[in-house]
Nanobody, 126 residues
């Protein structure tokens, strides 16, 4: 599967952005999906994940209550709605797909993902 992330940009602190990740292939609905981010000089870190059914979701503590992950299997797309953005959210955001063993599984580890998008830059100014 190929992933194309979009929706990044420059936003002021407190603002919102919605990232999208479009996937190719007919089997998108069988992949668990995740969002990760990498700030300058830092390691890539987990942000949010969703099972292929959409019924199981988890977030990193740093974004809980501000970010929302969702997916539309009919459109082969996963989204990350980001609200109340902070300067520390500045990073390149990557979407990723994991071959899932079941509809209720999500994954939070980088090594659990099989496919990665190219990343989209989010810059939050103070």
């Amino acid at each position: 599967v190929q992933l194309q992330a979009s929706g990044g940009g420059l936003v002021q602190a407190g603002g919102s952005l919605r990232l999208s990740c479009a996937a190719s292939g007919r089997t998108f609905s069988t992949y668990a999906m995740g969002w990760f981010r990498q700030a300058p000089g830092k390691e890539r870190e987990f942000v949010a994940a969703i099972s292929w059914s959409g019924g199981s979701i988890t977030y990193a503590d740093s974004v809980k209550g501000r970010f929302t992950i969702s997916r539309d299997n009919a459109k082969n797309t996963v989204y990350l709605q980001m609200n109340s953005l902070k300067p520390e959210d500045t990073a390149v955001y990557y979407c990723a797909a994991a071959i899932s063993v079941g509809g209720s599984y999500y994954y939070t580890g980088l090594n659990e993902y099989d496919y990665w998008g190219q990343g989209t830059l989010v810059t939050v100014s103070s």
